[in-house]
């Protein structure tokens, strides 16, 4: 198959923020073109949106079900290849079951759906169809994250004891909500976002990433939500403790009323002999520290990082990468996936290296556990 | 009264860690000179401690409790005004109670007491005899805290909803108290330590930096203390998440098995409007945010500062001043009110701001609380 | 015109550096496909490339002169519109005066032309043919470099007094031409790089750096150039001191030799009432000082930034965007003046704001003076 | 000898910078003691000014000349044993000749003297009374500084290539000595300050600091010096092109036009096989590069730093030193080689390491072959 791998979409209509993401971060690589989408329930926003993206207006659908239905007849030459769901959280599910259904693999954003059950359902559809799903939790598709991983896999620094991931923001330190702000209405609103606000949008990522850097499971889970703003149904803050299969234990801090904070994502965790931080602003060093010896500036694009840092790496060192490298990573690690499928070929393990259904499942119970957690005065712990 | 105020000293040998701090702290200003001690509870040690401190060898004490009696009977040109109290915590409230008794002001490491009772009861003797009692919680000598709590104290960010406040260091990652470290040693021994270990020894420094710099006071406490290293009698790792008297919610990290930590203190607190950050490791900047303008790097030693950070710092701006001159802070501060005192004369407001025994009782209560909740796995909030 | 806009490239190699840098800025937008290329001077290297980057085989060229001529003979609706090259220095002129003289638009890597006199003569040709060129450097590409143009443009820190630029490599430390290195073995060639080594790969980005920023012309420059490793023919190393038009000073230092350092140019720019500072490793965060107020860290993706710095930001506060993005603003800016043209509209004026023949005619007079300055010992100040 | 050191003082009024930052240093480790001084040329200042410093009355003088007179009549057992001169540069060099001739050790702030001439006869005189001198470069005090020093004298890096140097200060940015600013007043006058303002001032700092750690000599100098300021008669601004006597070549940058720079003393030097980055504002980090491995983080307090350092250290990890210890140190190891001296025993070599007489005309030089090489625009290297 010597062709682009061919993406539709939902969503991401021109005035949307994370669909154009996507776009940057599927296009870069130049393995990845757009050939339909459904970008808006506004059919003349859809439609200038599409032109916008230059694609034929044929190609640009009303509904997402009318898209499906009519790509799915297309020839194998033209019909997109897969789909990517770049909607608020509400409308996750529907869409990528009909997908799976029309024979499309599936992109989408997280939360993966809104609720638990709709994930585990997702993953029934997914393991019945043997199509493709990857999840955009976009901070491990940095390469110091995954130099982290690696560095705790081979067991640099022994058995780990703690963790301290931490994800503040202040964009919603104000009522946002009511000023007609999109980002800010749907995600406050538990119709459309879920059960959580704070730590379904922001907490689930950290979750997501303290569990990947160090391949442990939360077992147990304490919590303490809060909804600072006066009429806000969500949380706002939250902060949680946990506990780790190997007996390590954690904690969780995500807020979205840290006044002054922008995406200040930062996770530490400390092994027997030394341990890691990083911080996402700044997401091209990874410190290191011993407790014999300095501290290390281990820095992404550098000869002596790992083969997994370098496969996810396109510049040398000292040319910063940021979001969007790390977003496009896990569009280029699904799609050469799927095109060693789509060819018969066996993936090579570190392509495999992009979150899927299981770590949407993952997150969604986070969701559960950390809602039940946090307003519960009477119970410590919850199990996970 | 034109002369330097006249130090006493209960600990700190020639080998021990505070005690030099203290000295350091205390002469750098050229207010106070050390006129007698008893700097262990080995005679010879304590004699040649004195000699390497150019004291006479008749006010190098074999007890304390002999230096007392003898310098009491000193004439008062001569005899000591104050004794400074730097052994283990287990040997704080005997000497802190007998120095009242016999007239002499106190300055007294943290924490206080080894428990809560003793805390109390020294107030009561306090207020008894009228004396002065410092206590050495040295982050709050910083100039940019004390800016820092200016700033929430004149209302420039609003009401506070959130504080991080955190404590990691990596030292106790090995079992170093196996190893004839001294320090390792008691800190890790309940005999003479306390009810805690790491929450002890600097969990209270993180908890009275938090309320210091926010006034506020702490209501519930929910925890988990962790003893990773097997054999460990104490605590060597905890987090508590607290709620404020004002409905502001926090979390405190404290663990000193954060290996290839040094002694990060840190703290982070926000408002309505911004908020402020300061890292210990780097004390000379107070980062000031705020959600609609640039982040500020306030330093010490510019022109813009407060009147009570100034009163507080040495050196103009791009001059550190580090953990020595915060700690000579509190000796100063207290030395100002002292003589003020002795003068018969009204302290300034600035001179009052050291910790005192309000502070120590403050500490014990922390520790108590923290424990009762820290290993209860059935009760989520003590009250505090 | 509802297309994208078509790119031809000479050089770029699947082996090549910069060929692949150009390719992810190019397509990251949506906005420009790669529609022909020669990308090597083996036909077979350029064919296997091609074929990696999608491209039919009719479209991949033996020769840059072949491409030119077959392309030109192609459809409007086919046929390239502009054209990328990615050569090392000396084989940057050819093709570009032979595709100027096709009707085809160019994108050229920096410096220019391997010659001054190369340079001037493209101008004219550019002139003669009213096409459109871009010349890539990089570095005025990032928004908070645009928004230190901008805000020195308005007037907010007075008169400059003081510019220090700086460029550290260390990569060639060792002679890695000796090695089979490609990319040091024609930047260390002067019959392939030119005149200046270290100068004229990097010193003609701090240069060009230093005058966009501040809007100032250099007028005397004296130097002291080195090469450190015994038998390397170019300089790796170099210092120049700088006067520029309104009788500000300045020091630019390059160094390929300052071992351990990755890329690590840097800028700072003094006024009577303040300045900046900005460094490319950390590029989303603009220093900007005063002398009466605190240092404000200016971020990009904050709603305080300028038009400018917006215009060239693709995500909000706190998501990095890096070197790849800093690029892509340079072919976005290019790409939206090229279609206004193609349109016949008159572009926007920040969409005029990308380096040009102009940019490249001042960086071969930098390559001309530092060298001509930097080895001779009897002349302090050459005219620039 | 079992009492402290007795110093005196030349200038330090409780209205003057310098002089309070030397008893700070001084008085910190209970090595020295005031006992006398002449404080200011007025004499009420003075006697104001020992009675803040708790000194008896008749042990304050109205002139230097009284002091060293008066002192030496003294018995051995009370008089100063040293004497400190801090008043500005035109007034070292009488004082300082008086004090040796009067048999008392000299510790001298920099630059040493107004002229070379002095500096050189002033080091004949040390020679015929065999007398010690202390010339407070106080950067050279700082524990992370001797680590770098230490790092290259044992090879660590290979052959020194380069060297930046740069000391940026934004505080003469207007014309503050027609303010009635004392410290701005004297340093821009060449009658009290010398023939360098900016060079004289803070340059000797960089230089000395330069040849500190790389243990190489300066041999030949480039400069282009600037009195931005209209009317100011001294240099506030400079930069020198270096070269060194191991072919090194070396750039010295030194403002005090730097609008919004505080005292910003930085130095990288790069060897063969990686180099180090120190910054006077976080002084207890030295940056540690590599051409082939992770930028270390050194950290002063540690355990793995070099003998030197630790002995140059007071406080462990991450209980930050700064600008007085830096000081301190300079008085700590003067004064272990003074008591050494004076009880007839060997200094040990590490005590021998503060800045002395060499140091001092060595700084006169670079004054000299600055300001020669700084304003003549038709030499280019002046020979050191």
Chains 1, 2, 3, 4 share one sequence.
């Not at 791998?5 to 923020?17: E, I, P, Q, T, Y």
């Not at 964009?171 to 459309?192: C, F, H, V």
């Not at 703003?229 to 780790?244: H, K, N, V």
């Amino acid at each position: 198959m010597n062709r682009k791998l061919r993406m539709g979409m939902v969503g991401g209509g021109s005035d949307a923020f994370i669909g154009a993401i996507h776009r940057l971060a599927a296009f870069m690589d130049n393995q990845i073109e757009l050939v339909c989408g459904c970008f808006s329930v506004h059919p003349e926003v859809s439609q200038a949106s599409g032109k916008l993206y230059y694609l034929p207006a044929d190609r640009v659908y009303d509904t997402y079900q009318e898209m499906f239905e009519k790509e799915a007849k297309l020839p194998e030459g033209d019909r997109m290849d897969f789909v990517t769901i770049v909607t608020p959280n509400f409308a996750h599910y529907d869409p990528a079951v009909m997908a799976l259904d029309h024979g499309f693999h599936v992109v989408i954003d997280k939360p993966i759906t809104l609720t638990l059950e709709q994930a585990v359902s997702l993953k029934e559809k997914l393991d019945e169809t043997g199509l493709l799903l990857a999840l955009t939790h976009v901070y491990a598709g940095y390469p110091a994250v995954k130099e982290a991983k690696e560095r705790f896999r081979r067991g640099d620094f022994g058995e780990i004891r703690k963790v301290i991931v931490e994800y503040p923001q202040g964009w919603l330190s104000a009522k946002l909500e009511d000023t007609g702000n999109k980002q800010a209405s749907w995600r406050t609103d538990p119709k459309r976002s879920g059960k959580a606000g704070c730590m379904g949008d922001i907490g689930t990522h950290a979750h997501h990433l303290a569990e990947y850097i160090t391949g442990l499971k939360t077992t147990q889970i304490s919590a303490d939500l809060t909804a600072f703003i006066p009429g806000r149904q969500l949380d706002d803050d939250g902060t949680a403790m946990l506990r780790f299969n190997n007996g390590a234990k954690g904690v969780l801090i995500a807020s979205q009323i840290a006044a002054g904070e922008e995406n200040a994502v930062k996770i530490r965790v400390y092994g027997e002999k030394g341990g890691i931080e990083w911080a996402q602003q700044e997401p091209n060093t990874l410190w290191v520290k011993w407790t014999d010896k300095p501290t290390e500036m281990v820095r992404t694009g550098l000869g002596y990082m790992s083969d997994i840092a370098k496969h996810n790496t396109r510049t040398p060192g000292g040319h910063p990468e940021g979001y969007l490298e790390a977003f496009a990573n896990i569009y280029r690690n699904f799609s050469l996936t799927l095109r060693a499928r789509m060819n018969g070929e066996e993936p090579q393990p570190e392509w495999l290296d992009f979150p899927d259904v299981e770590d949407g499942i993952r997150g969604m119970q986070f969701i559960d556990k950390v809602v039940e957690a946090g307003y519960d005065d009477s119970k410590k712990w919850v199990d996970f």
